[in-house]
């Protein structure tokens, strides 16, 4: 403590620290103020295994691959990983995941856990800023708020955070659980690109449970809720097995570039059971206990009060919601903004789609946005510099649940509780996760597929998802003969326990 207590008063920047000793000091500083999120578990720890066969595919040098197919990738600003090194004395790689514009992701094992885990290595600390800042203080609010809250499995967790020094700066990492595909992924699978209402209806309780507990425990906004950051956990440990023994005896294609390692990612397999879906991403968010104005959320998603830059707060996010809800539901958006004269997104559009659909937005709000006076007169009559579709309710536009009067009818409603140009008329997380559409489906989850079911049962049903993708969700998301399928009626059962 004597040592935590000197490092304490030292003038070291912990985000932009450079060179071993300093990401040593770094990762030192951060677990002395945030605590050590991630204890080993008991017992004894894995041996790290051998992946030295030669056997692997040598890509051309002047064949572009992976991140280096960025338009703006400068090679030394990613961590030069090695499958099979170990990280922290802790962390050995297994091989990649996965890739982006800032950076790499990897499984890995965790020798001292004696489970595995997704490494997230970022590009060097001088070429992220304070991006990555924010999200690390958005996981401490996360990790200190109620731990038996409902929702707060329903968010992905930050195992560990350290930094590794690589030969061109200090690169942070941040350890989660492994997850498997998210919703975008499995609308993907389906010809139709739509969720099933039971499915459907299961990864809603999830999402609105985990917003219930960012804004009420963690007074935080998500501000960017798409289908691509809900995410399914896994619950089959030998999907993990079956990668590494593959990269065992059929090792990565890579490439070999002034000394450093490209390699080509590799997917896990299908698992023969998922677990709940999770909410990931916390890079975009933002806290709930100041005032915003920034423009915020993917351009179809954006709320009223987001598009005419007045102040706006948690509810964007159920806003937000509605209109993720609609497209995977639908299959299709809800607000386009596609603007004719422009034939591409426009505030405009977007603004005279919603008039169609909610009718005139209220004075208050009008008179709150300091970008009102482009779109309206002083009166709060839409600026003719485009028309108005025609006028369109709800059950007009919705297309999935023909023949289902009373089941089309609390699906409606509950969109309508999203959906309002007031945001404080819109309900709240916790009220949408009890809403009457989703409890019909989930009573407790007993999905039944081809007389068999896999059912799993936890302490919280609502954080339990067991399903074999022989019997249930693959073919309910296209796979197997009830791909097109909608109604649970026809492709689940969902009993009480």
């Known amino acids: 403590m004597p040592e935590l207590q000197r490092i304490n008063t030292l003038p070291i920047n912990l985000y932009s620290s450079t060179g071993q000793d300093s990401c040593e000091l770094s990762t030192l500083i951060w677990h002395h103020f945030f605590g050590d999120c991630n204890v080993p578990w008991p017992g004894r720890a ?45 962390y050995q790689i297994v091989g990649k995941l996965g890739f982006g514009a800032s950076s790499t992701v990897w ?45 707060r499995s329903a968010v992905r967790e930050l195992l560990d955070f350290f930094h590794v020094a690589g030969p061109d700066g200090c690169h942070r990492c941040l350890v989660h659980p492994p997850l498997w595909e998210s919703v975008l992924t499995f609308l993907r699978r389906n010809p139709v690109r739509r969720l099933p209402a039971p499915v459907l209806a299961f990864v809603l309780r999830r999402l609105f449970l985990a917003l219930d507990f960012l804004h009420t425990e963690c007074q935080i906004i998500h501000t960017d809720i798409k289908a691509d950051v809900i995410m399914f956990a896994i619950n089959d440990d030998s999907v993990f097995t079956a990668f590494e023994e593959q990269e065992q005896l059929d090792p990565s294609p890579r490439k070999l570039v002034d000394g450093r390692v490209v390699y080509l990612s590799r997917e896990l397999r299908m698992p023969k059971t998922w677990g709940a879906p999770v909410l990931c991403d916390f890079g975009s968010a933002d806290t709930g206990d100041k005032e915003h104005w920034e423009d915020i959320q993917p351009d179809v998603y954006r709320a009223p009060e987001v598009i005419l830059e007045a102040p ?71 600026r003719p510099s485009i028309s108005v579709p025609d006028s369109i309710s709800l059950e007009e536009k919705e297309t999935s649940l023909e023949g289902e009067t009373e089941s089309k009818g609390r699906f409606l409603a509950m969109m309508g509780k999203m959906l309002h140009w ?60 009830f791909a097109n399928v909608h109604s649970h009626a026809e492709a689940v059962r969902i009993e009480a326990w």
């Open 107 to 151: 499984l890995a094992r965790d020798l001292h856990g004696r489970r595995h885990v997704a490494l997230k290595l970022f590009i060097n600390s001088e070429s992220m800023g304070g991006q990555l800042d924010h999200e690390l203080t958005m996981y401490k609010r996360i990790s200190t708020s109620a731990a038996r809250h409902p929702g």
């Open 312 to 382: 706006w707060s948690y509810q964007v996010d159920i806003w937000n919601a509605g209109c993720m809800i609609w497209d995977i539901f639908e299959g299709g958006h809800l607000f386009t903004g596609h603007d004719p004269e422009h034939q591409s997104y426009r505030s405009r559009a977007h603004l005279a789609e919603i008039i169609a659909l909610l009718g005139q937005p209220p004075q208050a709000l009008l008179d709150s946005g300091k970008l009102s006076h482009k779109f309206f007169t002083d009166q709060g009559e839409f």
């Open 422 to 481: 007031d945001p404080s008329k819109r309900s709240s997380a916790k009220e949408l996760a009890d809403d009457e559409w989703i409890m019909e489906h989930i009573v407790s989850i007993h999905i039944n597929m081809y007389q068999r079911a896999e059912t799993s049962i936890c302490a919280f049903p609502d954080e339990c998802l067991s399903i074999g993708p022989s019997q249930g969700l693959v073919y309910a998301l296209g796979r197997g003969p």
């Open 46 to 90: 894995w041996k790290p295994l051998t992946f030295s066969n030669p056997n692997f595919t040598r890509i051309p040098l002047d064949q572009k691959i992976e991140e280096e197919l960025f338009p703006y990738y400068i090679a030394s600003r990613y961590y030069p990983v090695c499958i099979g090194e170990v990280l922290r004395d802790r």
